[in-house]
T-cell receptor, first 117, second 117 residues
Framework: GAVVSQHPSWVICKSGTSVKIECRSLDFQATTMFWYRQFPKQSLMLMATSNEGSKATYEQGVEKDKFLINHASLTLSTLTVTSAHPEDSSFYIC?????????????FGPGTRLTVL | AQSVTQPDIHITVSEGASLELRCNYS??????LFWYVQSPGQGLQLLLK??????LVQGIKGFEAEFKRSQSSFNLRKPSVHWSDAAEYFCAVGAGGSGGGADGLTFGKGTHLIIQP
């Protein structure tokens, strides 16, 4: 149990366009989801914390107008990279706080590879 | 601010040999510590976690880790590695939140494990 999916698994877009990435908890409800960014050969960096029904909390240095996060339901959070540029190319990973009894653990999605041309 | 250091970027181990991956953390309070494994094309999988209690924790796939407060360490060990253990391993520290230790995690840079036949 506690499976998290992401869609798409990879996306290529042109500079200036917007891209939406979905994160779903498949078999449990997730009141809190997290978005991370991972550069090649680097660690995961927390971008924001997303709580269902409220505004996301962004980490210092993350542009909230560029990385729009919406958590409209208990099973879905979306990250929209607006006006994407090549420097936004990265691996984006979401996670969800576990279900009842396992809320102390985050469960991760497989990630989305974004390439901006 | 919390931080995690994984001093070994790469480690090469012969199949069947023992393994120890190092992790040192910096955190102002009692840390919530995790080890995750990342394989290509797959999401991060939780190997084990430590919140309190017995400082030697057992995880999945035969892994264990020992929390040593005096050394600010949480090293991962396995007595005998298998070729399928080749992957990227991340140590992470989390803050205690409303749901326990599942707030946004701070990750180390990871250790790439190579298994020699």
């Amino acid at each position: 149990g506690a499976v998290v999916s992401q869609h798409p698994s990879w996306v290529i877009c042109k500079s200036g366009t917007s891209v939406k990435i979905e994160c779903r908890s498949l078999d449990f409800q997730a009141t809190t989801m997290f978005w991370y960014r991972q550069f090649p050969k680097q660690s995961l960096m927390l971008m924001a914390t997303s709580n269902e029904g409220s505004k996301a909390t962004y980490e210092q240095g993350v542009e909230k107008d560029k990385f729009l996060i919406n958590h409209a339901s208990l099973t879905l959070s979306t990250l929209t990279v607006t006006s994407a540029h090549p420097e936004d190319s990265s691996f984006y990973i979401c996670s969800a706080r576990g279900p009842s009894g396992r809320r102390d653990t985050q469960y991760f999605g497989p990630g989305t590879r974004l390439t901006v041309l | 601010a919390q931080s995690v250091t994984q001093p070994d970027i790469h480690i090469t181990v012969s199949e069947g040999a023992s393994l120890e991956l190092r992790c040192n953390y910096s955190y102002g309070a009692t840390p919530y510590l995790f080890w995750y494994v990342q394989s290509p094309g797959q999401g991060l999988q939780l190997l084990l976690k430590y919140f309190s209690g017995d400082t030697l924790v057992q995880g999945i796939k035969g892994f264990e880790a020992e929390f040593k407060r005096s050394q600010s360490s949480f090293n991962l060990r396995k007595p005998s590695v298998h070729w399928s253990d080749a992957a990227e391993y991340f140590c992470a520290v989390g803050a205690g939140g409303s749901g326990g230790g599942a707030d946004g995690l701070t990750f180390g840079k990871g250790t790439h494990l190579i298994i020699q036949p």
